[in-house]
């Protein structure tokens, strides 16, 4: 098993679910990765789910409040990036060009986080951790093992994320692999084409799966929607994109 008792700046660290209907997520997700959902309290009649593998938190969902429905926020997986200070952190976003949707506040003693955009929109969360690092199982079946972000502007976004976490990057004619400390399989970069209609710049999760079109296959049954079907990733494995059935997009990759 990969466990985590810590996590670097610049590591990512969870994602989280905000969905519509909390106990129709609860029940996709169990029976696709086989993930258990420990509710926990907070608030009157609200729960903050934690999805668990093998006793390992590894990610979580909740209900999304009234203002983002009435403000048209789809359901989403919300990615976070490990930092050693949320307010040193912010500072940074600020002066590199990115925004905040909510800038740096605690999270009762479990941490301080805030949420921020990138200078071309794609949303992303950091966390400094405090009581909960972050989640304590990953980069084996069925947890997240990669995080990728869809730009229009690559060389502005390489140049934002390589001042914010100190990453790297590693640049092809088709795809942007972002690194740190040298150690690869972390994160991608793609630029959007014009041909894909109409895309914004958004982070998407992934989950490692013995075999995505058997997984994907299983999602649809479940009632998830294809967004890009099981493809070759040459000398890597296979991918694909779902939308669940609340709307919340994923992605399942299985290695070669």
């Known amino acids: ?32 990765f086989g993930w258990t959902p420990n509710d926990q309290p907070m608030g ?9 593998l093998k006793g390992k938190s590894l990610g979580a969902l909740y209900s ?6 009435e403000n048209g926020i789809p359901p989403h997986w919300n ?4 930092v050693d200070s949320a307010d040193e952190s912010a500072k940074k976003i600020t002066a590199l060009g990115g925004k905040f949707m909510a800038e740096p506040f605690d999270v009762m003693d479990v941490g301080r986080m805030a949420i921020a955009t990138d200078p071309d929109g794609a949303m ?11 989640a304590s199982i990953k980069d084996e079946l069925n947890t997240f093992c990669w995080y990728e972000v869809l730009v229009n502007n690559p060389e502005k976004e390489q140049k934002f994320y390589e001042g914010l976490f100190g990453w790297k990057t590693n640049v092809s004619t088709e795809y942007t692999e972002l690194v740190m400390d040298g150690k690869p399989h972390m994160a991608g970069m793609k630029k ?11 982070w998407t999760a992934c989950i490692m799966v013995a075999d995505a ?3 994907m296959e299983k999602a649809i049954s479940l009632g998830a929607k294809t967004v890009v079907p099981p493809m070759d990733m040459p000398g890597a494995g296979r991918y694909a994109v779902f939308a669940d059935p609340q709307g919340a997009t994923l992605a399942i990759f299985s290695m070669k």
């Open 1 to 32: 098993m990969s466990e985590v008792t810590s996590y670097k700046q610049g590591e990512f660290c969870w994602a989280e679910l905000a969905t519509t209907d909390q106990s129709a997520a609860k029940k996709f997700y169990s029976s696709l």
């Open 44 to 52: 009157p009649d609200a729960f903050y789910t934690m999805l668990e």
């Open 64 to 69: 999304q409040d009234k203002a983002q429905r």
């Open 79 to 82: 990615i976070y990036v490990a």
């Open 124 to 134: 992303f969360s950091i966390w400094e951790g405090k009581r909960h690092i972050g």
């Open 192 to 202: 959007i084409e014009p041909d894909w209609g109409h895309v914004l710049p958004h």
């Open 213 to 215: 079109n058997a997984t």
